[in-house]
C-alpha cells in the first residue's frame, strides 16, 4: 500500500510479524473518511497474519487477513459519534462499506468484503450480531 495524506504503512503493519497487505482501496476511504470527519484516528489493526488473527480472537475468515478491514478509533470523538459520522460518510459517497460497532473496546471495524451482514455490533465476549444486511 501506499502512504496516504493521513496514513502511513506502517499503520497497517502485523504487530507479530511486521508485515503488510492491505489493500489500497480500504486505505483510501479511511483516508477520505478522516479528512471528512476531521479528526486523527488511530489504527488498532490493519493486515493480520494468521498467527495474530488466531490471538485476537478474530474468525477464520476474516477480511482482515486479505488486507480488506481496519479497526481504528478517534480520540477527540466518542465511539457513538464516529460510528454516526462514518455511518453519514459511506450514504454520502454511496459506498459499500460494512461496519462493525464495538462499545465495550470502543473501536470501530471498517471492510469492503462482500459478506452478507453490512452492519454489526460486538458482544462483551467479542462475538458479533448482525443488525442490517
Same mark, same amino acid.
Given at each position: ?26 486505505? *483510501? @476511504? &479511511? ?14 489493526? !490493519?493486515? /493480520? ?28 470523538? *466518542? @465511539? &457513538? ?14 459506498? !459499500?462499506? /460494512? ?35
Amino acid at each position: 500500500m501506499n502512504n496516504t495524506q493521513y496514513f502511513k504503512r506502517e499503520e497497517f503493519l502485523c504487530p507479530c510479524c511486521k508485515q503488510e497487505q492491505m489493500k489500497q482501496e480500504i486505505v *483510501d @476511504i &479511511l483516508t477520505i473518511l478522516r479528512g471528512e470527519i476531521g479528526k486523527s484516528f488511530i489504527i488498532t489493526s !490493519g493486515w /493480520r497474519c494468521e498467527k495474530r488473527n488466531k490471538e485476537v480472537g478474530g474468525t477464520p475468515d476474516s477480511p482482515h487477513l486479505l488486507g480488506l478491514a481496519i479497526d481504528f478509533y478517534c480520540p477527540d470523538l *466518542d @465511539i &457513538l459519534a464516529l460510528f454516526t459520522k462514518v455511518e453519514n460518510a459511506i450514504k454520502k459517497f454511496g459506498w !459499500g462499506v /460494512r461496519i462493525g460497532l464495538n462499545v465495550f473496546k470502543k473501536f470501530l471495524h471498517i471492510d469492503i468484503a462482500t459478506y452478507p451482514c453490512k452492519r454489526w455490533v460486538y458482544a462483551p465476549d467479542g462475538k458479533s450480531l448482525c443488525v442490517r444486511r
